[in-house]
């Protein structure tokens, strides 16, 4: 198991250079940030806000997620490397500067100052924690799903369950133009488990303590 566990961390880590190094680079403006975040406070700035494709998903809470991971999400909906078409038209609308400005915009949005999580996740059940551990989650979520090892990979603890489920389902999907997720090491991680075992997963990573958040905006308030 921990050579399992080191392998896929190395691999992950390996696989991070594939995004765009020049996006990951620019120092993201938060003010700057705050004036183009127009065409997404649509869905992440409404509480409990569905989405209808590929079906029907709250939409990802990303006030408070990693800035460097927001830039890699949003630079792999450019390549095509993920095939949502809404959020592909939108990546495909923003240049590097606008990704690391709204990126950096939304790290510190909601933020709580002296808040602290615990270092370590709480136990689920039985049979969530056996499936999480054989997918070594942990080992690039951190032990409490919300510090990652590498900052362009996800903060995942208390997102939306439907939302992770939804994506860990992308990337086993293949040869469709509008769905998938092209990332190799997390399609090795989710072929690995049926729907429903990842329907589990999702529902206990869920459940925990995390910095994620949706904040409503002023328009929706």
Known sequence: MNKLILSISTLLVASATAFSAHAQDLKGDIKAGEKKIDMC????????????????????????????????????????????????????????????DIAAYYEVHGKVDGAELPATAAEGPAKAMALVQKGACFSCHGAN?????????????????????????????????????????????????????????AKYISSLPGELKTVPEHKFR
Do not use: W
């Open 41 to 100: 406070i649509g869905c992440h700035g409404i509480v409990g806000y569905q989405a209808s494709f590929p079906e029907v998903y709250k939409v990802p809470k990303i006030s408070g997620q990693g800035a460097k991971y927001i830039v890699a999400a949003l630079s792999a909906y450019k390549k095509g490397e993920r095939k949502h078409p809404t959020m592909r038209a939108i990546a495909d609308s923003l240049s590097d500067q606008d990704m690391a």
């Open 145 to 201: 799903y919300s510090k990652p090892i590498d900052p362009s990979y996800p903060k995942i603890a208390g997102q939306n369950a439907d939302y992770l489920f939804v994506a860990l389902k992308a990337y086993k999907t293949e040869n469709n133009a509008v769905v998938g997720r092209g990332n190799a090491i997390m399609g090795g991680v989710a072929k690995q488990f049926s729907n429903t075992e990842l329907k589990e997963m």
